[in-house]
């Protein structure tokens, strides 16, 4: 390799949104960015494993944007390889990163033990992808980041990160690498939160970059104002208060559970909404809310504002703790009206999909869609309008409201994409969308054309990209 030029491999998220990795290679330091599990459909989860070009004990350090599964999900991988460096990121990604990581190994696990069941011979000689002890391992390595200070995290190679509005600790990360020819600055947005959302601060853009790995998520397209967005959630509250219904609503452990846990105890509050029963029945979920609970540091002035008038537990007397699995499994013999905040997100896995199963057959039941669906989950052909949708091998009839609600997303759309952009735009640094579907990332491209006069890559997996 040339020594003046770093280079970087997308190792996932190039063309889907999922799997999220890159190889940074420079003339003296290999680094990788993220490392997540591929989510969604059985193809696309075959390609969880350590990709050949990685030579995982050549790195000298791992990055993480934030903490959710297809950033960090592949994490243990590098641990079974003979990885034996440091991993970095914000100290809330950190906590948040072993959480996920923990539960992960403990899902593949009790996935194995249900197909050895189920089939014993077929299941005889399969493995988990990896196990707790790996998991284990890559925890050991983490090392806390400060935001905005440069850390040197190879040699030659300075990383700082900023907030980027997404998730609790989540950043986007600017590589400075040392060059003959003066520094060249390799920028990976991670992935962007919508201006506005309630909690955490807004993302702050890098003013400096040659080369930018955008997200483009929903390039496409802007999500519903969030006010508008609480007010059409409120209005299926009360309609559903009415009607005594269940409230179905497939959430991320991390970030929408709380947004949705917030939102709720506002509604409380101020009375526009009878408090009822709201379960939040998801371990992780549980322990994600505890984890917010303790960086108020990383939270924004609404939300600051709002915990100081009176805690949130007070507004949320209703909040049943479902840790259990006897305890979600209870859920489905109570009466409502009641909220049921369960995960995983997409649907594609976890309690959510047992309560889906109780439920959709009845016209008494709302299923809120509060974030993206993959492509081959049961959430996405919900949201596409599927009559019928086949959980653990069965088909239920879809009789069941369904709304789905952008405006909760926890991604920019694409005026906050183009607005982050426009704060390095004057550099005309090479651009290169990842993290998006083509239906996502064209149009993005065609407006980055248009605005600034930069023309974007749109990367294959396995693509090199040089600075």
Sequence with gaps: MNDSQPRVTLLGAAGDVTGSAYLVETGSARLLVDFGLFQGSRECEEQNVLPEQLDAPRLDGVLLTHAHLDHTGRLPLLAKAGYQGPIYGTPATIELAALVLRDAAKVQLADLERKRRHNPGAAEK?????????????????????????????????????????????????????????????????????????????????????????????????????????????????????????????????????????????????????????????????????????????????????????????????????????????????????????????????????????????????????????????????????????IFGEFIPVRAQVHTLGGFSAHAGQTDLLKWFEAVAGDRPKVVLTHGEDRSREPLAEKLRQRFGVRAILPRLGDVVSV
């Design 126 to 390: 399969l493995e988990p992808l990896y196990t707790l002890e790996e998991v284990e391992d890559v925890l050991g390595r983490m090392r806390p980041v400060p935001y905005a200070e440069p850390v040197e995290v190879a040699a030659g190679v300075k990383a700082r990160f900023v907030e980027a509005g997404h998730m609790l600790g989540s950043t986007s990360i600017q590589l400075e690498v040392a060059h003959p020819a003066g520094p060249r600055r390799i920028v990976f947005s991670g992935d962007l939160g919508p201006k506005g959302a309630p909690i955490l601060r807004d993302f702050e853009p890098f003013r400096h970059a040659d080369l930018v790995f955008l997200e483009s998520t929903y390039g496409d397209r802007d999500h519903r104002p969030f006010a508008e967005t609480i007010r059409q959630f409120e209005a299926i509250m009360q309609q559903a208060v009415t009607r005594r219904a269940k409230v179905l609503v497939p959430t991320f452990a991390i970030g929408r559970a709380q947004v949705i846990l917030t939102i709720l105890a506002a509604m409380f509050r101020s009375g526009r909404l009878r408090p009822v029963p709201v379960h939040l029945d998801s371990p992780m979920a549980i322990e994600a809310t505890r984890i917010f609970q303790d960086h108020p540091e990383l939270f924004d002035d609404e939300m600051t504002a709002m915990i100081s008038k009176r805690p949130l537990e007070q507004d949320l007397k209703t909040l049943v703790l479902s840790a259990s699995s006897e305890a979600s499994r209870r859920i489905n013999d109570l009466a409502g009206p009641l909220v049921v905040l369960a995960g995983s997100g997409m649907c594609n896995a976890g309690r959510i999909l047992h309560h889906l199963k109780h439920n959709l057959a009845s016209p008494d039941t709302s299923v809120v869609i509060v974030g993206y669906q993959g492509v081959g989950t049961v959430g996405r052909r919900l949201v596409d309008g599927e009559k019928e949708v086949r």
